[in-house]
């Protein structure tokens, strides 16, 4: 397949030379280039992921994929900085021929991998592949393709439609983008010089913000209101513009508008639409999300295709201006705001689902505002199962969420979730304030007479977790009781979390009971 690229690539300098072949084969061949180019992302993408999620696990990648996808950024800002440079010394044609060599080298590359996983063959994957994917498909879905799959199940339908009308949406801000900026650098240097500055600042900003930013957006507001910000920022963008181009002479309104418009989505589509999507096919069982993921990306060429034929509707029409291209957006991005919201209803319905079935395993689990409304809920399930199952999911480094939720845990009249609840105590690594809170909450407990021995001791195991020392009274009259599960529990915390002091503590009563007669 690379090599086929090579050569697409090669043909399509070739057809760029202008004088061999004419200018109208010339300009037949860039609107092809710009096509192939399309194809060979849309390609390469799928499969590059395909190959990364059979080489590595479902632990190694949650832990490797986000670095690795680092590096497309990093090769886009280095791509793109580096054109001004090369502009010096070569046309712009020729840029197609560094790109056959850059393919080239990711067949060496490519190959190189292969031959570091001797247990497994590219052909091996793809048969494997299809093999893992019959197994465990549903019965129900085996069948069916991908219009059924949309048809059956709406929350697939919900993700697939935020991605047809995104992909429409941008596609066609990328036309008004490129129309109007080729228009105004008229030189196809000058026009590239400011593209790839323009490209590569966008690229810049986007790693910062995925770097940096976006987890915290996620976990702060939630897939859909974090992604509904680019619809309503273009939205907002493209009314502005469009109103005060009416008051403006010049077209210098729109063309700013789009400009804007266009950084928007180069900054957020990558940082932010593309890894939305793909967490939010995690509530999902396995073989729904093969079925998720071939829903979304059988909706790109199928946008592209309704671009386009939107695109030409309007040149025939009333012509392929700014202002039209900005109405037809305008209703795109309402769309796409409409669609979010849909999503939003289906995300939490099914997230709930997927709790109440116990099918979520904590790495996977989008950790967002809605999530901790629903686990909430959860929470305070009749079912005590489902209370235990959610409360098992809360992650590590949400100690002010747990710490909200202890004292009706607690409270709660299955001793077995309140158990469970003590025992998470010890997962969380809490701060000296939330230390002391612990603590009061676990005192509070303590001092209850009526509750069992091995609810007792799981608390004197907690409190152990979180206090510098205990009261020698006390440890002393907890040493002492009848209960074996109070002893058991207590000994362990003291010699677990009491450092020198608790092992003498827990040695001195342990030689007293391997002294004693009984």
Known sequence: LLW?????????????????????????????????????????QNEFWDISSHIFDVRQSKRLFSLIDSGSFLAKILGFFSVPLLLTIIHVPDFLVLSALSTIVCFFIMRRIMRSI?????????????????????????????????????????????????????????????????QKYGG???????????????????????VGIVGRLFNRFGLARVSEALPLALLVTTAIGLALSFKAKSGAVMIATFIASK???EIWSDAVQSPALAIALQPLHHHERHEGQRAIETMEPIALGVAAFLLYVLSVSIGFTLRGISVVTIGLFLAWAVAILWFDREYRATVLRAL?????????????????EMIT???????VGEAVYSLRLIPKSENSFFLAQLPPLLRNSSESLQIAAVQRIEDFDFSHDERTRVAEILNGLLKDNSISPNLLGHALHAYSSVVNEFDADAIRHWLDADSIQVRKWLLTGLIQYQGIDGILAAGERLQQMINSSD
């Open 118 to 182: 001797p247990h497994l063959t590219y052909n091996q994957m793809a048969h494997g592949a299809q093999r893992d994917h019959s197994a465990t498909q549903h019965p129900q879905m085996r069948q069916h393709g991908t219009i059924s799959v949309l048809w059956r199940h709406k929350y697939i339908a919900s993700v697939a439609s935020v991605a047809f009308l995104s992909f429409i949406a941008m596609t066609c801000i990328d036309y008004g983008f490129l129309r109007e900026i080729g």
């Open 4 to 44: 086929i690229v090579v050569i697409v690539t090669v043909i399509f300098r070739l057809a760029l030379l202008q004088g061999a072949v004419g200018a109208a084969a010339s300009i037949w061949a860039a609107f092809g280039l710009y096509i192939w180019y399309r194809v060979i992302v849309f390609i390469s």
């Open 188 to 210: 196809a240097t000058q026009f590239a010089y400011f593209l790839s500055i323009f490209l590569g600042a966008a690229q810049v900003i986007s790693l910062i913000l995925k």
């Open 263 to 265: 950084l928007f989505v």
């Open 356 to 372: 109440k079935h116990r099918r979520l395993d904590p790495e996977e689990l989008t950790w967002d505002e809605a999530t901790r």
């Open 377 to 383: 809920q959860k929470l305070r399930s009749e079912h």
